[in-house]
């Protein structure tokens, strides 16, 4: 039986602006605590992995560091609360792929992608810290089906000069410019724009945690 107690403190290991953006608008006020994790190193380990798992796997590494860096600097006796870490990438023709890092890479990605679908997963990390210690941990993800639009060559080259889909995963947007250039979305559209509620609610039952105890509101 999980015995659940309330939690102070909410920790989002991320530095999208998206993500911490979801979070407000749903209720809750985290910190934050950028991880400093080598994804391309662990991505290269993974070759091969099941998708899902080579998402969660990043989220996993992602709250080890946070998890580590909050101890450090706050102690042992006042590390309480939970953590929040995800990792998002495209799935698209068998290959998965993350961020373009520069308009080249996301206009050759849009002009391959464009008037197709992709699956969007992001994997999920739900750490429940007491007194220093980790005593919940699970973990998740969510994949969400993307129907992109069959624009032009000049749009997706204009798209890629705002700068916009250079370091998100799969090279777009739900909540910005990438918006206008979505025909549909067929899953959890929080979990498009970088953090499942649903499936957090989820994780966060499993460690113990009612979201609604997080609730700054009401």
Not at 26 to 32: C, E, I, T
Request: hydrophobic share 45%; with cysteine; aromatic share 2%.
């Amino acid at each position: 039986m999980t015995v659940r107690t309330p939690a102070t403190t909410v920790v989002l290991g991320s530095a999208s602006p998206a993500r911490l953006r979801v979070l407000r608008d749903a209720g809750l006020r985290p910190a934050v605590v950028v991880s400093q994790v080598d994804e391309d190193a662990l991505l290269g380990s993974l070759a091969g992995a099941p998708h899902d798992r080579i998402v969660t796997r990043l989220a996993e590494a992602k709250s080890d560091a946070v998890v580590e860096s909050i101890i450090r600097d706050a102690g042992p006796a006042a590390a309480d609360g939970v953590i929040l870490t995800c990792d998002s990438m495209l799935s698209i023709d068998g290959e998965l792929v993350g961020k373009p890092h520069t308009a080249e890479v996301a206009a050759r990605r849009w002009r391959s992608m464009r008037g197709t679908e992709g699956l969007l997963i992001t994997g999920h990390c739900v750490r429940r810290l007491s007194g220093g210690a980790v005593i919940g941990t699970a973990v998740g993800s969510r994949s969400t089906t993307i129907a992109f639009a069959d624009v032009s060559n000049e749009v997706i080259d204009r798209y890629a000069a705002t700068g916009e889909p250079l370091e998100v995963a799969g090279g777009f947007t739900l909540d910005g410019l990438g918006g206008w250039l979505i025909d549909g979305v067929d899953g959890d559209p929080s979990s498009v724009i970088g953090i499942s509620l649903p499936l957090v609610r989820s994780l966060l039952d499993e460690v113990g945690v009612d979201v609604t105890d997080l609730w700054t509101v009401g």
